[in-house]
């Protein structure tokens, strides 16, 4: 059973609007958040967290929101951007339980379109 | 630091043969993790060590993965004998307890055709 689902496989946007990413999960254990980027032929990278004590989390053009009663986060980026293009996972982890690793969605492919 | 180092970066083999994937993650971490991705099932994890000794080997599909950490800055995923089903990105990562254990740092990945 997957504990961190990315129902979207894919997503166009036009360049200069918002793109919006989401991502359940159903574990509530889960109290740490990611997302990671990944362009073709290269491995994902580290975009932005949110921890759970947060429901909101912002750099530049990233935002992430946390809805902890929904078991619901989203990823907002504004304005998009063609380099924005890419495949972006959602990871989540409970952070005190000792060895565990993240666990990561199936991810999104965002095209943003000129 | 020249990030997590994976080799080869595209490997072509025939059913039956012996593949061995290779990783060197970032000096200083004491997590490594191995992780497939393919269209159906995203992103797997297979295996993870730390501090060099195997955590959680129960993503390893099957007998014919085996993956050894013999030192900090060396691992290795073997199959064999390699199947059609096998191919796929693999992706060797590492991460810091120290810092933060959960931004795993990702290689750039081996993509792996088996035929």
């Known amino acids: 059973d997957q504990q961190v689902k990315q129902n979207s496989p894919s997503l166009s946007v036009q360049e200069g609007r918002i793109s919006i990413l989401n991502c359940d999960y159903t574990?509530?254990?889960?109290?740490?958040f990611l997302w990671y980027k990944k362009y073709p032929a290269e491995g994902p990278t580290f975009l932005i967290s949110?921890?759970?004590?947060?429901d909101k989390n912002e750099d530049g053009r990233f935002t992430v929101f946390l809805n902890k009663s929904a078991k619901h986060l989203s990823l907002h980026i504004v304005p998009s951007q063609p380099g924005d293009s890419a495949v972006y996972f959602c990871?989540?982890?409970?952070?005190?339980?000792?060895?565990?690793?993240?666990?990561f969605g199936k991810g999104t492919r965002l095209s943003v379109i000129a | 630091d020249a990030g997590v180092i994976q080799s080869p970066r595209h490997e072509v083999t025939e059913m039956g043969q012996e593949v061995t994937l290779r990783c060197k993650p970032i000096?200083?971490?004491?997590?490594l993790f191995w992780y497939r991705q393919t269209m159906m099932r995203g992103l797997e994890l297979l295996i993870y060590?730390?501090?060099?000794?195997?955590?959680?080997d129960s993503g390893m599909p099957e007998d014919r993965f085996s993956a050894k950490m013999p030192n900090a800055s060396f691992s290795t995923l073997k199959i064999q004998p390699s199947e059609p089903r096998d191919s796929a990105v693999y992706f060797c990562?590492?991460?810091?307890?120290?810092?933060?254990?959960?931004?795993?740092?990702f290689g750039p990945g081996t993509r792996l055709t088996v035929l």
């Open positions: 990871a989540a982890i409970t952070l005190n339980s000792g060895n565990t690793p993240l666990v």
């Open positions: 949110i921890s759970s004590i947060k």
């Open positions: 060590f730390n501090n060099n000794v195997p955590i959680d």
């Open positions: 990562a590492s991460s810091s307890e120290r810092e933060h254990r959960d931004e795993q740092f």
């Open positions: 000096s200083g971490h004491d997590y």
């Open positions: 574990n509530s254990m889960f109290d740490y």
